[in-house]
T-cell receptor, first 110, second 114 residues
Framework: SQQGEEDPQALSIQEGENATMNCSYK?????LQWYRQNSGRGLVHLIL?????REKHSGRLRVTLDTSKKSSSLLITASRAADTASYFC??????????FGTGTRLKVLA | EPEVTQTPSHQVTQMGQEVILRCVPI?????FYWYRQILGQKVEFLVS????????KSEIFDDQFSVERPDGSNFTLKIRSTKLEDSAMYFC????????????FGEGSWLTVV
């Protein structure tokens, strides 16, 4: 089993719609982060949410964390074509590493 | 905004050759990481490094791999004898407080082994 599984694997929406991506994980975590990756590029940090937090906002991004269900969601509101990318959750496992999920490929159609 | 920089951005090497990928972490960071991503696949943890020693490594990080912080600014990943399956994007990352805080990634070094 993998620590950090996103669903859906791929999502296609129209510009202006909201996009929701989910991440499930297996073991207890210290915190969870969401990253964006444009094709062939590096990983851009979006939001870090700690295990004692339930919700965080950053601009058009809203992240929730439910530790009882071992899941997190990333909501992008009023999506734009520039939001087209892969989105990954990463969970802090132990002291010295993050484990990445499989990612959701988001395509926003203009 | 401070950033993690990596060189080279792309390297093509013959199978069996040694490769060194270089990274300059964010200057006040103390924790350093290497990850890799095979094309179209997930981002995989290779190794973390703190206080001049490896903190943790994955099963991917076998004897062919090594890391070094040769001076106060650089952090390198060496692959001793490259294999075809080492072809991947290699990401360097750094953080100031380990997994207690955000880990910042570089743009990656794309390694192609032929």
């Amino acid at each position: 089993s993998q620590q950090g599984e996103e669903d859906p694997q791929a999502l296609s929406i129209q510009e202006g719609e909201n996009a929701t991506m989910n991440c499930s994980y297996k073991t207890s975590i210290n915190n969870l982060q969401w990253y964006r990756q444009n094709s062939g590029r590096g990983l851009v940090h979006l939001i870090l949410i700690r295990s004692n937090e339930r919700e965080k906002h950053s601009g058009r991004l809203r992240v929730t964390l439910d530790t009882s269900k071992k899941s997190s969601s990333l909501l992008i509101t009023a999506s734009r074509a520039a939001d087209t990318a892969s989105y990954f959750c990463a969970t802090a496992s132990g002291t010295y590493k993050y484990i990445f999920g499989t990612g959701t490929r988001l395509k926003v159609l203009a | 905004e401070p950033e993690v920089t990596q060189t080279p951005s792309h390297q093509v090497t013959q199978m069996g050759q040694e490769v060194i990928l270089r990274c300059v972490p964010i200057s006040n960071h103390l924790y350093f990481y290497w990850y890799r991503q095979i094309l179209g696949q997930k981002v995989e943890f290779l190794v973390s490094f703190y206080n001049n020693e490896i903190s943790e490594k994955s099963e991917i990080f076998d004897d062919q791999f090594s890391v070094e912080r040769p001076d106060g600014s650089n952090f390198t990943l060496k692959i001793r004898s490259t294999k075809l399956e080492d072809s991947a994007m290699y990401f360097c990352a750094s953080s100031d407080r380990g997994v207690g805080n955000t880990i910042y990634f570089g743009e990656g070094s794309w390694l192609t082994v032929v």
